[in-house]
Structures are given as C-alpha cells and as structure tokens.
C-alpha cells in the first residue's frame, strides 16, 4: 500500500505527449548482465534442472526482468528518484536458439537495448551469450514488446523517443517497423478471424481421408494411420495458485513466472509424446492479454499440435479463475518448438476445432524458417 501511495506522487512527472520528451540512442538503454554461475555455486542451484543442465524457465523469467530493465533505462528521468512509468511485458514476438551450448558451470552473460519505439510501446532486443575460455558465445537472440503505463498502471504512458545512429541502429529501426506490421499481418490472418486458406484446406481433408476405416463406408469410423497420435491423447495439464512471493508492486503476477511455468509444462508435453529427451528450439508470438491477480488459480492446459520429423510444436493455454468465481478467462497462449532426439509421431486432429489448432501449430513452426541443427553437448532443459 506505501508503494502505491508513492507511486501516486509521480503523476507530475509524466508526459502530456512523445514530442515533451527527449529522444534517447540505442546506447543509452543498452545494459550487460553477468550471472555467476561459474563462480557462485549456492546462484547455479536455482538454474539446474533434475539432469544437472540449465532450466531454461528461469532464463526466459531472468529475460523477462532485463527487458523491463532496460525499458526504464530508455526512459529514465535524472530529476526523479524512481521511474513515473509502470513497465510490463506485452509480448514475446521471438526467442531463437542460436546453440544448445550450456553448461551449469560457466557463467552466463546477457545484453541487449531498445531497438524500436513507438508511442506507448517499445521493442527490446537482447541476447545470451555463455562463456567458454576467454570468450562468450551466442546462445540466443529475444524480440520483446513491452507497453508504458502510467504510475499506477492505470493507462497508457508516452515513452521517450529513440534516434538511430549510422546504417546498423537505422535497420534495426526498420526491422522493428516490419515486425509491427508483420504482427498486424499475423493477427489479421489468425484462424479465429479467417477460414483456412485452400492449401490449408486440403490438408485437413487429407488427413480426414487417411483416418477413414477402409474396412466401413462411413464418415464417423475413424482409425489412427500407423505411428500416429490422437492430438487428444497429447494434453497435460497443470494448476497453480497464485502467491504473493511471485508479484509485482500492483499485486499481480509477474509475466516471468507465467513463461516458466508454461515452459515447463509444455517441455514435460513434448518429452512424454515424443519419448526421450526434447530440446527448446524456439519460442514465439506470446500475448499477454490479461494480468493475473495475486490469489487467483492459474489453470494450464498443453498439448501438442504439430509435428514434423523430430520436431514438436506445443501449445500452453492460460486461464484464471479466482477462488469466489468459477469464471474462467485466458490470460496467454504460449508457442513452443521442441526438437527430439528422435523421430516423433504424427499428431492428428479428431475435431474440428482440433484441425485448427493443428493448423495454427503449422504457421508457428513454418514461422520459425529453416530448422535448427542443435549440438548434442549441454542442452536446454527445463
């Protein structure tokens, strides 16, 4: 409650528009970030997984806190002991796996910086480096979109301007712009919006057709072809409550801890469907649409809805539910690529809805281009 008395205070120091604040470089925000796992062994505890590899939940909630970092960096106001602006993750457009290269006891750096502004809204690009000798080595590159909002969280907020400097910042600038209206492009195309396209079409047919029992001349006698799943047959599912140990100063949850506990769950997802060991490839197109209040029930819901040679595309739904109401609404949706260290089954649709769904776990792993060779040594867990 102080907090939040004190956060009314800084209402003064907001900006009534973009064109009363100063434009800031792309080096004004940029930050690197050691993380001692090499020389603090009590720190590696909390980053290993059962298999004495690094669990990569807590990278994307350490991700997570470096991008609002930086974001207030941006933003920062000399004359003002703490920031007028309530920084929060609005999506994660993309995480891409540049090696599977991670020990537990190396040391982990990250670094990253604004890289394009809007009015309201920022896009943050940070990447993972590891050391290994006297160099660190690119593990991966993150794309975040995070959103101002006033001091208490109560509206929008306008954000300092940013100025390319030199031809590199100025197509990083532009890279920004396209994805904006790639994400627009990307939304207006979506499958809740629009009917699948004919090629699309096609394939769920086909694949209606290849389900058929060839033994019965009827449209309900459906049989699996061989090395084929039910997509049904593919769901976990998990519950959390909601406590304070994991919130914000607005009495919410923080949007690192929802990534690590959907990450987990649809990383257990891809290693009981596909039968040994699946590695994170890339993460993608992460919405946050709605906060998650402290108290609340956080439901999970993965399964998986695509799948291609050794390759698992997972889906991990989110809702909430507070113990008064039996109300359910989404607060994420969450797209994982895992890749196996095998050959994984097919997945089929039985419904309707499920094709969908198959469908929409296609374009996310269409959207990841050419496939990822990964290197055996230290992969990414959970």
Known sequence: MKAMEERKL????LAKSQEGLPPRRMKDSYIEVLLPLGSQPALREKYLTFQNTIRFGRILEDLDSLG?????????????????????????????MCKSGLSSEQDIKFSGHVSWVG?????????????????????LDATFVMVARDSENKGPAFVNPLIPEGPEEEELFRQ???NKGRRVAFSSMSLLKMAPNAKERTTIHEMFLSTLD??????RSRVLPPNAVWMEDSKLKSLEVCHPQERNIFNRIFGGFLMRKAYELGWATAYNFGGSRPFVVAVDDIMFQKPVEVGSLLFLSSQVCFTQDKYIQVRVHSEVSSLQSKEHRTTNVFHFTFMSEKDVPLVFPRTYGE????????RHFKSMGVPVVMKKEYRVEP
């Open 10 to 13: 800084l209402h003064s120091f």
């Open 68 to 96: 609002v970092l930086i974001c207030y960096m941006h933003n920062k106001i000399p004359s003002a002991n703490m920031s007028p602006l309530s920084i929060v993750t609005a999506l994660v457009d993309k995480i891409d």
């Open 119 to 139: 009015k309201t809204s920022m896009e943050v690009k940070m990447q993972m480096f590891q050391s290994h000798g006297n160099d660190f080595s690119p593990v």
């Open 176 to 178: 920004g712009e396209l």
């Open 214 to 219: 060839p033994k019965t001349i009827s449209f």
């Open 355 to 362: 094709s969908m769904l198959y469908l929409d776990g296609q």
